[in-house]
């Protein structure tokens, strides 16, 4: 059975961090472009971060210089390191693997980012 799920979510204070997980089940993921991909209340959902086969890895704007998407193919998971988070990060965070016409979500992870 294909499955992603992702963790690490959580309520952080400004300027703080957070290390989201997605652990691929049913498929290796190493073939596989990975992906995070969050939505706010009242807004659509955008790409944050993706990592390609061979590592290149490409950002939004808005996360430059304080997010990192990395994956470990031993492990099967997909890492998003979030620092200095803002509150205009608060979002549910998803995690997705694409190849070729075939893609898998997880099932999300709350962040929220709040004094």
């Known amino acids: 059975q294909v499955q992603l799920v992702e963790s690490g979510g959580g309520l952080v204070q400004p300027g703080g961090s957070l290390r989201l997980s997605c652990a691929a089940s049913?498929?290796?993921?190493?073939?596989?472009?990975m992906s995070w991909y969050r939505q706010a209340p009242g807004k659509e959902r955008e790409l944050v971060a993706g990592?390609?086969?061979?590592?290149?890895?490409n950002y939004a704007d808005s996360v430059k210089g304080r997010f990192t998407i990395s994956r470990d193919n031993a492990k099967n998971t997909v890492y998003l390191q979030m620092n200095s988070l803002k509150p205009e990060d608060t979002a549910v965070y998803y995690c997705?693997?694409?190849?070729?016409?075939?893609?898998?979500w997880g099932q999300g992870t709350q962040v929220t980012v709040s004094s």
């Open positions: 049913g498929f290796t993921l190493s073939i596989y472009y």
């Open positions: 997705k693997s694409s190849r070729l016409a075939e893609e898998f």
């Open positions: 990592i390609w086969t061979g590592g290149r890895t």
